[in-house]
């Protein structure tokens, strides 16, 4: 089986993690504070706080950025389920923002539509969560500047898109969000095993942010509200989570950080494989913008004719290519269907792009050959398909 996406580890990585085994520290070495300097670095951000996981980095950014009960977050309906779960780990409200229906990015006219609407019901959302697909930016000008007119906050998650780059800035230096998120599981372009990290250029939502992932708990003298009893004493100061990234994962995050220019490279070149390839076949990559150079932390095709999917996916499987759907639209998930109030067709174009979309295997240790084998797999099947499709 050829897997959609895979880690690449070295025995750089593996004799990092050995190093940290053999050391004093489990957690809370020194390995977390330099993972997080070395992703400032690559991403131009000025702070990182590391976490066990994206998911939770965005629920403390959403907690650090005030939302609570009575708030509303919007994302995007094309993501993982997590960038709105987060809303509701808060107590607020989550809703959807319809995509583009090109890029399956959130998309900034439906985003400017929806806000005059909410305003007019006095219902802004307090913080916006548009997620940069395939590692794709969204069009965050835009979006950026209707967050200024409108007054809410910005959470870019991220969890695709290390490595890549829009209008010129790095992707994580905040340049146009107050927070930025990036995931390092297995699948994605950089890997800690679990993890994820929040960026950010305020020092304040750093410190907010460094305090919720360990119980609200603080031992630095600075941050201290009252004379300190002795060296033992510490203060929790809000009702925080123990959300740490182990120093076991975070050596193994440093080590592949030294990989990510060359992660990015070769993603970058199978795409344009890819892009050959397919430009004989009835599907369109999901490209980027033109402003921007992609991570490609997935390789992603639209159909033309929809009706094919399940069909192809099936028979690509066959054929010992993983293939993949990114994503359901997650309010029309069980869990959001029997607990809010969104109907099916809520957001007719991320239900459209959900209904056309492939992603096909796209990772590291894919070779030249093997795209083309992908590439006239497809191209076989789906002339098979049309021809049984002839019938209906
Ligand atoms: C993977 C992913 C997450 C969650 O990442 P974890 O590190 O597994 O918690 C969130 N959002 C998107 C878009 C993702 O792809």
């Given at each position: 089986m050829i897997p959609y996406g895979k880690q690449d580890i070295n025995q750089s990585d593996i004799d990092a993690v050995v190093e940290v085994l053999q050391?004093?520290?489990?957690?809370?070495?020194?390995?977390v504070p330099a993972f997080e300097k070395a992703v400032c670095e690559a991403s131009g951000a000025n702070y990182a706080v590391a976490v066990n996981s994206a998911t939770s980095a965005l629920h403390i950014a959403c907690l650090a950025l005030g939302v609570g009960e009575g708030d509303v977050v919007w994302t995007s309906p094309i993501t993982f389920v997590a960038s709105a779960n987060c809303a509701l780990y808060c107590g607020a409200q989550v809703d959807f923002v319809d995509v583009d229906?090109?890029?399956?990015?959130?998309c900034a006219v439906a985003l400017e539509a929806k806000l005059n609407i909410a305003q007019s019901q006095g219902k802004l959302p307090k913080v916006v969560i548009p997620v940069h697909l395939c590692g794709h930016s969204c069009d965050m000008e835009a979006i950026s500047r209707l967050a200024r007119e409108f007054g809410f906050k910005l959470i870019e998650d991220a969890s695709h898109g290390i490595g890549g780059s829009y209008q010129g800035k790095r992707i994580g230096s905040c340049a146009f969000s107050d927070i930025t998120v990036f995931s390092f599981h297995p699948v994605k372009i950089v890997t800690s095993a679990e993890g994820g990290m929040a960026l950010t250029n305020s020092s304040e939502l750093a410190e907010k942010m460094a305090l919720l992932r360990s119980h609200g708990i603080t031992k630095a003298a600075a941050l201290m509200t009252r004379p300190t009893e002795g060296d033992w004493y510490y203060e929790q100061q809000q009702l925080g989570f123990n959300y740490r990234m182990t120093d076991l994962q975070a050596a193994l995050g440093l080590s592949q950080m030294a990989r990510l220019e060359t992660f990015v490279q070769t993603r970058n070149e199978l795409a344009d494989t890819y892009r050959d390839a397919l430009a004989q076949v009835s599907a369109s990559v999901v490209e980027p913008l033109s402003d921007s150079h992609s991570a490609w932390h997935l390789m992603m095709v639209r159909l033309d004719?929809?009706?094919q999917r399940r069909q192809l996916f099936d028979a690509m499987r066959r054929s010992g290519i993983q293939v993949q759907v990114h994503y359901f639209p997650v309010y029309l998930q069980p869990y959001y269907q029997s607990n809010y109030q969104f109907?099916?067709?809520?957001c007719p174009q991320a239900e459209q792009f959900y209904q056309s979309i492939l992603t096909l295997p796209l990772h590291c240790h894919l070779t030249d050959a093997s795209v083309q084998f992908i590439v006239s797999q497809l191209k076989a099947l789906m002339d098979s398909t049309a021809n049984t499709d002839g019938g209906h």
């Amino acid at each position: 089986m050829i897997p959609y996406g895979k880690q690449d580890i070295n025995q750089s990585d593996i004799d990092a993690v050995v190093e940290v085994l053999q050391s004093d520290w489990l957690t809370q070495g020194p390995k977390v504070p330099a993972f997080e300097k070395a992703v400032c670095e690559a991403s131009g951000a000025n702070y990182a706080v590391a976490v066990n996981s994206a998911t939770s980095a965005l629920h403390i950014a959403c907690l650090a950025l005030g939302v609570g009960e009575g708030d509303v977050v919007w994302t995007s309906p094309i993501t993982f389920v997590a960038s709105a779960n987060c809303a509701l780990y808060c107590g607020a409200q989550v809703d959807f923002v319809d995509v583009d229906p090109v890029t399956g990015n959130m998309c900034a006219v439906a985003l400017e539509a929806k806000l005059n609407i909410a305003q007019s019901q006095g219902k802004l959302p307090k913080v916006v969560i548009p997620v940069h697909l395939c590692g794709h930016s969204c069009d965050m000008e835009a979006i950026s500047r209707l967050a200024r007119e409108f007054g809410f906050k910005l959470i870019e998650d991220a969890s695709h898109g290390i490595g890549g780059s829009y209008q010129g800035k790095r992707i994580g230096s905040c340049a146009f969000s107050d927070i930025t998120v990036f995931s390092f599981h297995p699948v994605k372009i950089v890997t800690s095993a679990e993890g994820g990290m929040a960026l950010t250029n305020s020092s304040e939502l750093a410190e907010k942010m460094a305090l919720l992932r360990s119980h609200g708990i603080t031992k630095a003298a600075a941050l201290m509200t009252r004379p300190t009893e002795g060296d033992w004493y510490y203060e929790q100061q809000q009702l925080g989570f123990n959300y740490r990234m182990t120093d076991l994962q975070a050596a193994l995050g440093l080590s592949q950080m030294a990989r990510l220019e060359t992660f990015v490279q070769t993603r970058n070149e199978l795409a344009d494989t890819y892009r050959d390839a397919l430009a004989q076949v009835s599907a369109s990559v999901v490209e980027p913008l033109s402003d921007s150079h992609s991570a490609w932390h997935l390789m992603m095709v639209r159909l033309d004719v929809s009706a094919q999917r399940r069909q192809l996916f099936d028979a690509m499987r066959r054929s010992g290519i993983q293939v993949q759907v990114h994503y359901f639209p997650v309010y029309l998930q069980p869990y959001y269907q029997s607990n809010y109030q969104f109907q099916e067709g809520y957001c007719p174009q991320a239900e459209q792009f959900y209904q056309s979309i492939l992603t096909l295997p796209l990772h590291c240790h894919l070779t030249d050959a093997s795209v083309q084998f992908i590439v006239s797999q497809l191209k076989a099947l789906m002339d098979s398909t049309a021809n049984t499709d002839g019938g209906h």
